[in-house]
Structure formats: structure tokens, C-alpha cells
């Protein structure tokens, strides 16, 4: 069946580093992918998305490319903050369950000042 | 504002309880999920619904129960049959075929 897999955490960063978290997924035709993000105590918030092939989708300094030749959507960003600690999950929608979302294991991002 | 609302933000349960979360929501989607968190596993969906008085089973059903009579809620179940209760509920809604948004969670503990 359709499947998410992003790298394992937790990933720690000094402020201003680059932010590079890998997603790669297994699916049947063509899912769409997000990125969500997940506050202490909170629930998920979406953070961006991309619908097709090439598409980049890009919000508060993050940004991942749809990769269907290499099945990826690595989200980066090129400074982060201490406020970007969270964790963050890439996620696609499945054909096989109608609209629910299938989610990778989620990573978790800790940055220091 | 429009928005999804999970209640109570922590509920504890009880040796052969049932106990049942809240899901409600003012936007208007026509489906509605719950999806139980467990630390290093992500999240997995229980039950969803696509429609009024329809449902279907996620990949982690066993020991939930679901209803859908109203557009808006979408409240959960958890029996005495499910275990393992322990974790982190959370309940999202989307219009077909577009992003979910989600609630705040509950949290569920034993007592």
C-alpha cells in the first residue's frame, strides 16, 4: 500500500543553519504531498503542499519540490529559528482510503539560540 | 472563526469505561477523520467519514466506534475493548480531496 518515510530524529540545528528534512513516499498514480507542522501540545498545522510533478510549494521560509522521479519531497529552509522547533511530518493523500492522509513517523526539529 | 473543536483537552478513563471525545467543526467539509499518536509512530487513522451517516474503518479501528448524524461532529469512542487507550487523539476535517485541518487533540490516559 501507499507509504511515507522521512528521516528519523531527532535533528538538531544552531539558529541560521540550513534545514534539510528527507520524505520519500510510495504510492499508486499521483498523490499530493504536504508537510505539516506540529507545535508542543498542539495539533497539526499545515505548512505547505504540492499537487503535481515539479510543483513547489514554499510557506514561512520553507519550501519542498514534488520529485516524482526520485518519489521525494524533502522540505529545506535556509536559516531557521529557534520559534521553527517542532515536529514535522510529510504526509500524501491516499488513493486507497478516499481523502485521508497517510503520514510519515514525523521528525523532530530542535533549534538553539 | 472558523475552526475544529476537540473536547476535553484531557480525559481519563477508567478500568472497563467507555469514554467518548468531541470533534466539532464550523467550516463546512463534508468529511471528517481521527487519527490516534503514539510517541515514534506518527499518526494513524482510526475511522474516517465522507458523508452524513456513512463511515469507514481506518487501520486502527479495533476498539473505537464512530457516528456521523450531524455535518458538523464526529465524536469517537473509545470501548473497553481497546487496551492500549493511552495516547494522543486527534480529529481533522477537509473537503474532498484537499488538506485536513486538525483540532488541538485530546489527550487520553488510564487512571
Known amino acids: 500500500g501507499d507509504s511515507v518515510t522521512q528521516m528519523e530524529g531527532p535533528v538538531t540545528l544552531s539558529e541560521e543553519a540550513f534545514l534539510t528534512i528527507n520524505c520519500t513516499y510510495t504510492a499508486t498514480g499521483y498523490p499530493s504531498l504536504f508537510w505539516y507542522v506540529q507545535y508542543p501540545g498542539e495539533g497539526l498545522q499545515l505548512l505547505l503542499k504540492a499537487t503535481k510533478a515539479d510543483d513547489k510549494g514554499s510557506n514561512k521560509g520553507f519550501e519542498a519540490t514534488y520529485r516524482k522521479e526520485t518519489t521525494s519531497f524533502h522540505l529545506e529552509k535556509g536559516s531557521v529559528q529557534v520559534s521553527d522547533s517542532a515536529v514535522y511530518f510529510c504526509?500524501?493523500?491516499?488513493?486507497?482510503?478516499?481523502?485521508?492522509?497517510?503520514f510519515g513517523k514525523g521528525t523532530t526539529l530542535s533549534v538553539s539560540s | 472563526d472558523g475552526g475544529i473543536t476537540q473536547s476535553p483537552k484531557y480525559l481519563f478513563r477508567k478500568e472497563g469505561q467507555n469514554v467518548t471525545l468531541s470533534c466539532e467543526q464550523n467550516?463546512?467539509?463534508?468529511?471528517m477523520y481521527w487519527y490516534r499518536q503514539d510517541p515514534g509512530q506518527g499518526l494513524r487513522l482510526i475511522y474516517y467519514s465522507q458523508i452524513v451517516n456513512d463511515f469507514q474503518k481506518g487501520d486502527i479501528a479495533e476498539g473505537y466506534s464512530v457516528s456521523r448524524e450531524k455535518k458538523e461532529s464526529f465524536p469517537l469512542t473509545v470501548t473497553s475493548a481497546q487496551k492500549n487507550p493511552t495516547a494522543f487523539y486527534l480529529c481533522?476535517?477537509?473537503?474532498?480531496?484537499?488538506?485536513?485541518?486538525f483540532g488541538d487533540g485530546t489527550r487520553l490516559s488510564i487512571l
Open positions: 481533522a476535517s477537509s473537503y474532498t480531496n484537499q488538506p485536513q485541518h
Open positions: 467550516l463546512n467539509h463534508d468529511a
Open positions: 504526509a500524501l493523500i491516499s488513493n486507497q482510503a478516499g481523502t485521508a492522509l497517510i
